[in-house]
């Protein structure tokens, strides 16, 4: 291949030292608060429940996302010292950095929140069918391997060949047309699949409310002195549904714009490899951080609205604290036996 010579001094990112103060606070931040929420979940033991295991590998997803902007960091810190670009020996850097994480997280992060809204339908559907599930922790071990292994293989496969590379590390345009396709119609088909679940439990709602429920109004039913515990079946309106179908919501106004703007280069192609830079390259800078700002948004959405990581939280900091109180007084009674 051909080496590409396009102009792209200093005077096109007049910017670049407020992205790279920006895009490493966010990077530091994002990993220091999944970083966090992993080790409260395994500090605590949360990861018996199958909702934790989920809630731990978004933490595990969102370490991963951090990363993304590293390879913006570096361009941006390489070709504003330069007037030419040369990222020709770059390719597999390319395809792993912005274009692998980028898949990677995006997809996993999809079937995680699959993972989710099936656990919720699962419950659902326990009160509907009066159907047992014993193998829930199974069924989410799977649709946790799913998640990942969509994850991976979407993210290799353009490393393996399914790429369009030109010489210059751009999204999508660093992909076949075909890829670029295939990654709309997954991201839709995901939507499609978790508005059908939700959906269908919005009808369950309508229907027991236009229905004769045999639900008693009370928690707590007593027959011939024995107190029956019972359970309310769960509808979209309940507490976990409207979070989980609140975080849906977060994360689709944070990823929309990528596949808004993968359709707008679909329909507008650039014929001049250079041209993207630095217009494109600057936008994919920017929009990269919205992926980033996602991953440290979405821990302390988890910590606020599950009560048990709450709790689980508040528990980690207080042992913290008296692990360190502790300490602190076995090295003041040290010194003072040393004193004497």
């Avoid at 991963?64 to 570096?74: K, P, Q």
């Avoid at 391997?145 to 399914?162: C, D, K, M, R, Y």
């Avoid at 959906?199 to 639900?215: C, E, H």
Wanted: negative net charge; aromatic residues 14%.
């Amino acid at each position: 291949m051909e080496r590409l010579n396009c102009s792209s001094g200093p005077q096109n990112f007049q910017n670049q030292e407020t992205f790279i103060i920006l895009a490493v606070s966010m990077t530091t931040t994002a990993f220091f608060l999944n970083f966090l929420q992993v080790t409260v979940i395994i500090h605590q033991k949360l990861y018996k429940s199958s909702k934790n295991i989920v809630l731990l590998n978004f933490s595990i997803c969102g370490q991963l996302t951090s990363a993304i902007d590293l390879w913006y960091i570096y361009t941006a810190m390489k070709w504003t010292k330069s007037d030419e670009v040369d990222p020709l020996d770059d390719l597999y850097l390319c395809l792993l950095l912005p274009s692998g994480l980028l898949l990677l997280s995006f997809f996993t992060f999809w079937g995680l929140y699959v993972a989710r809204v099936i656990q919720q339908y699962i419950v659902v559907l326990k009160h509907r069918c009066f159907t047992n599930f014993h193998h829930e922790i199974s069924v989410t071990m799977a649709l946790i391997a799913s998640s990942w292994t969509e994850g991976i293989v979407l993210a290799l496969l353009p490393l393996i060949g399914w790429n369009s590379w030109n010489g210059l590390c751009h999204v999508p345009t660093v992909w076949e047309s075909s890829f670029s396709l295939t990654f709309g119609l997954l991201y839709i088909l995901h939507l499609l699949v978790i508005t059908a679940m939700f959906v269908d439990m919005l009808v369950l709602n309508l229907k027991k409310r236009r229905t004769i429920q045999p639900y008693p109004n009370e928690n707590t039913v007593s027959f011939n002195d024995i107190s029956i515990q019972y359970q309310h079946p769960p509808t979209l309106y309940s507490r976990e549904n409207f979070t989980l179908l609140l975080e849906v919501i977060i994360f689709i106004l944070f990823t929309l714009p990528f596949l808004i703007y993968f359709v707008y280069l679909h329909i507008h192609p650039i014929s001049d490899p250079c041209l993207i830079f630095p217009k494109h390259h600057i936008t994919n800078m920017w929009m990269s951080m919205l992926l980033i700002l996602f991953a440290a948004v979405i821990p302390i959405f988890h910590m606020c609205s599950q009560r048990d990581l709450t709790r689980s939280y508040i528990a980690f900091i207080q042992s913290l604290v008296q692990n360190s109180a502790s300490t602190q007084t076995q090295e003041t009674e040290e010194n003072q036996h040393q004193m004497h």
